[in-house]
């Protein structure tokens, strides 16, 4: 248990779907982190929220819209994804610079 | 640009033997810090060790040290007496330190721990 939570665990969905992601993090950090992990490819960095501000956007498709409504938690809202987004989607949270905490992931299959 | 290589896509140790996984990094800031993870087939990232840009040892965490070499960028992992729990894959990542603090990982290593 690292203190970070996501869910669902994972989740199917068509590309004309709705959806969302969430993560919950009880560690009072004040940033959090949403990233993607595909096979055989580096961890993406999609988006960094610090004291519940957007810092950082990696020039990620508009069909992913990242929310942080308080500093516990973080949504990633997708709509109309296509099949190549299909991957792990990881959260996490640090304070200060040190270690990140990551939550267990959302494993993404888009038909 | 800041990049992260780890050049070893898979590596073999036999038990309670040692091992070492490669990480180059490139970086023009004066100030960062390098992490490893281990990823089991659980999917988590799990934590293992960290050595900042102006630490002068090595830093180590029981079975785990990390060979810090300046002037080379590498920041290579250790992981003495090599358990079966230990296979997984392993993350290298470095965090900037300039203005947000932001984590960049490297491709990882899948290190397989034979019996």
């Known amino acids: 248990e690292t203190g970070v939570t996501q869910t669902p665990r994972h989740l199917v969905m068509g590309m004309t779907n709705k959806k969302s992601l969430k993560c919950e993090q009880h560690l009072g950090h004040n940033a959090m982190y949403w990233y993607k992990q595909s096979a055989k490819k580096p961890l993406e960095l999609m988006f960094v929220?610090?004291?519940?501000?957007?810092?950082e956007n990696n020039s990620v498709p508009s069909r992913f819209s990242p929310e942080c409504p308080n500093s516990s938690h973080l949504f990633l809202h997708l709509h109309t994804l296509q099949p190549e987004d299909s991957a792990l989607y990881l959260c996490?949270?640090?304070?200060?610079?040190?270690?990140?905490?990551f939550g267990s992931g959302t494993q993404l299959s888009v038909l | 640009a800041q990049k992260i290589t780890q050049t070893q896509p898979g590596m073999f140790v036999q038990e309670k033997e040692a091992v070492t996984l490669d990480c180059t990094y490139d970086t023009s800031d004066p100030s960062y810090g390098l992490f490893w993870y281990k990823q089991p087939s659980s999917g988590e990232m799990i934590f293992l060790i960290y050595q900042g840009s102006y630490d002068q040892q090595n830093a180590t965490e029981g079975r785990y040290s990390l060979n810090f070499q300046k002037a080379r960028k590498s920041a290579n992992l250790v992981i003495s007496a090599s358990q079966l729990g230990d296979s997984a894959m392993y993350f290298c990542a470095m965090r900037e330190d300039s203005g947000t603090y932001k984590y960049i990982f490297g491709t990882g290593t899948r290190l397989k721990v034979l019996a």
């Open positions: 929220y610090s004291l519940e501000e957007r810092v």
């Open positions: 996490a949270s640090s304070q200060g610079g040190e270690k990140l905490f």
